[in-house]
């Protein structure tokens, strides 16, 4: 189970790839979706290694990534 | 709420979701263009500080000329150039707001030399952003003041020959001789560690204007991919290997 979620708003990626390089597990990647303004945008490769660091937030320089990440379930006493 | 929040299942927190200071608009720049990344920044800075009711910005003309339909605050359109000084008239009128200017390298440091030079001399209490990508980036990439020594643009085919054009323009160590400013720095944003630290450099010229200390400019070196005619991934490597050495980082004027 993944410990992390991104989410990418595809109408607001341009595709230009600086979450790609910015991702410590290379969960990202540039696919071959189009959206509606002909941008490759990018997705998760390899949804299971996403830790939710939210670096690739970071770098989005189109703010079109939001990143959850799983709350630790804490054990009944 | 955001359009993606919807789809995240139960048991997940939001470790980073798109700043609410920032309105639906899709932002018009390039791929991979830095503005990007540094209008965020502000937008964070905003929601971190909570001054979004009190906030109003000046939209500078050049590629962040749209501003005002990103941001969900107040904004004033300046002349080119003139966002200092039209950013003091509305801090001397009204000094609870909290005023920030946002600016490229040819509309601070060429046309808008003057004013940002006696504004910053004024001692004036608001808050500069200063994106320097060293080139005229949405009229077709012309030659800027900040451009580097020998390097290609649409004005400069051979590349920037200093005899004839002079050379770059520092515009922070100069601001930073002037006893007015309160803070003045110079920041990226090519790697998440310099984005980060260029978001504490902004939230703390905010809370400058707030404490009523001054002027305060965060410049920020940027690329422009486009007119640079490489890729995002390598206008990053570009910054750390060319720009940096001649616009070097830190902090170069911090009154306590």
Known sequence: MAKGL???DKDRCKGCGLCVITCPFAVLAITSELNRYGYNVAGQRDPEKCTGCGMCAQMCPDAAIEVYRLRPVKEEV | MSVVEAKVPAGFVPVYTRPKSLSEKRFTYCPGCHH???TRLVAEAIDELGIQERTVGIAPVGCAVFLY???RCDFAQAAHGRACAVATGIKRANPDLIVFTYQGDGDLAAIGAAETIHAANRGENITVIFVNNQIYGMTGGEMAPTTLPGMRTVTTPEG???RITGYPLRMSEMLAQLDGPAYITRQAVFDVRHVQMARKAIVKAFKNQIEGKGFSLVEIVAACPTN????PVEASRWVTEQALK???LGDLKVRD
């Open chain 2, 246 to 248: 001649y616009f070097p």
């Open chain 2, 160 to 162: 920037r020959d200093v």
């Open chain 2, 69 to 71: 339909e990103f941001f």
């Open chain 2, 228 to 231: 640079l005619h490489i890729p």
């Open chain 2, 36 to 38: 990007g990344i540094i």
């Open chain 1, 6 to 8: 991104v989410l990418v």
